[in-house]
């Protein structure tokens, strides 16, 4: 039987990886601390870079027993300045910035961005916002070619390939651009568990790339990027679109006024708790940790509360990609999860069924009844069994306070259920009778200390279980 990870924490942690945290023996450690998922970072690096990362992820989990979930993240159109001459650039108030199209060095109030539409989509007053917001610029002129005119209204230094966001300008890129259809390809052909799909904005963005997965025949899930006002627009048809949801609060703070987020941040959450869709909260949540051992108390309480308002799971960026202390990052993360998880109230969400007619009305009702039944026994194992995963992520989005043990003949599904709640999925492959199994599955747990002498189980199944059909039963039993 497999261990879960060391930790006993419910939700996930999510750690780019980079240079700082590739090696094998870091990596190592950072599973050891509590990571689950391993998000890629496909605006950073090259595929043969990558593919080193991954095979480690794979290599490790054989080695230590667990089920790593691998995110690769799409850069999307990501628009950027090119570089710069001397590695800086000042921008001074009041003063002109020229931004032209193409390949080139920038210098004396000239820079470049590949983004080919740029002179054609921007139009006179509209805002520009470089490195995350830190430069503000307006708009003054266009040759709708390749040359933009920009007076800049907050200056500072402007380094080599920064972002750059237009909050106010309908950009004319696709979802999936050339180098993402290169990068996706690459993602698929190493079995990933997820793909980021960035700055959505409507839910055809999500079909898109779905057509594409199942074409290629993998078995990839998709986590949707909400990063831009359109997405907010179109929220509720993106989540019935995609897998799972990442609050990118980088872009979407920078797109969006910052004051907007936190409420935004919530109203996700509880939305993709609601549709049964796992959901990320990422960007900045111990930023400071790029550079110092120990994060700020505010960064302690960004984490506590995604933690309390339900998040599946919270992701580092910078701290364990780049930065100076990614085994430090992974480990304070982890601490604050379990503090509050252990003492705090996390929110339990009770999503009675869909309507009588909906396809999986029958399963539903069964999830929504065990997650009632444990809070009213005081359970400490709810036990699904299934193939695609979609009764654990069922009782999973109403975060009952029982663990949730996935056992599964599916090898596909197991280390994509590490980006969900209080998920730990275990191969099993003796589904001979539903009674012989859920005895056989309960003494596994004992073995394994997962349950103890006392513990009320409830297993959840399909009946008869070796048709593997959707999930009908709800049982109750002591250990």
């Known amino acids: ?16 990886l980079g240079p700082a945290s590739s090696p094998e023996d870091v990596l190592r450690t950072l599973i050891h601390e509590g990571l689950n998922v391993a998000r890629i970072n496909f605006s950073h690096g090259s595929h043969d870079v990558h ?23 799409l850069q999307g159109p990501k ?9 800086e650039m000042p ?28 002179a054609a989509d921007v139009q006179p007053g509209e805002r520009v916002l470089m490195d995350d917001g830190k ?24 380094r080599p390939r920064k972002g750059l966001n237009l909050p106010e300008t309908k950009v004319s890129l696709p ?9 996706l390809e690459f993602a698929l052909s190493k079995d990933v568990d997820w793909i980021g799909l960035s700055f959505v904005r409507q839910a055809s ?26 997405a907010i627009e179109d929220f509720d048809a993106i989540l019935e679109a995609t897998d799972a949801v990442m609050v990118a609060r980088g872009d979407l703070g920078v797109e969006m006024p910052m004051q907007e987020v936190p409420l935004l941040q919530k109203d996700i959450v509880r939305k993709c708790m609601a549709k049964g869709k796992p959901v990320i909260v990422a960007t900045q949540m111990l930023e400071s940790m790029i550079e110092s051992a120990t994060p700020t108390r505010a960064e302690v309480n960004d984490v506590a509360n995604a933690v309390l308002d339900g998040a599946d799971a919270v992701m580092l960026s910078g701290e364990t990609s780049v930065g100076k202390y990614p085994v430090h990052a992974v480990r304070a993360m982890r601490h604050v999860i379990e503090n509050i998880e252990s003492k705090g109230s996390v929110d339990r969400f009770e999503r009675p069924p869909l309507h009588p007619d909906d396809e999986r009305f029958i399963s539903d009702s069964i999830c929504y009844n065990a997650c009632r039944l444990a809070r009213r026994v005081n359970a400490a194992a709810i036990v699904t069994m299934t193939f695609s995963g979609y ?10 306070s029982a663990t949730i043990y996935m056992f599964t003949a599916n090898p596909k599904v197991l280390s994509q259920m590490s980006l969900v709640w209080g998920v730990y999925a275990i191969p099993y492959t003796k589904m001979v009778s539903t009674d012989h199994t859920i005895a056989d599955i309960k003494a596994l747990l004992l073995k394994e200390c997962k349950v103890k002498d006392g513990d009320f189980v409830i297993h959840l199944a399909s009946m008869p279980i070796s048709d593997a059909g959707m999930t009908n039963m709800v049982k109750l039993s002591r250990v």
């Open 1 to 16: 039987m497999t261990q879960p990870a060391a930790h006993a924490k419910s939700t996930k942690i999510v750690a780019t």
């Open 51 to 73: 593919g080193v990362t991954i095979n480690t992820v794979r290599r490790l989990d054989d080695e230590l027993g667990t089920y790593t979930s691998v995110l690769a993240d």
């Open 79 to 87: 628009l950027r300045v090119g570089d710069i001459e001397g590695g």
């Open 91 to 118: 921008l001074v108030e009041g003063e002109t910035l020229v931004v032209r199209v193409g390949k080139g060095v920038g210098r004396d109030g000239v820079v470049y961005t590949d983004y080919e539409a740029f």
């Open 135 to 158: 430069l503000a610029l307006r708009v003054t002129g266009t040759n709708g070619k390749d040359e933009v005119k920009c007076e800049v209204v907050h200056g500072g230094p402007l």
């Open 175 to 183: 979802c999936i651009t050339p180098k993402d259809q290169a990068d």
């Open 205 to 230: 963005d999500i079909q898109e790339l779905r057509d594409q997965i199942n074409a290629s025949g993998k078995h990839a899930r998709i986590v949707a990027k909400i990063e831009k006002p359109e």
């Open 391 to 400: 009764t654990a992520v069922q009782v999973s989005s109403q975060r009952p």
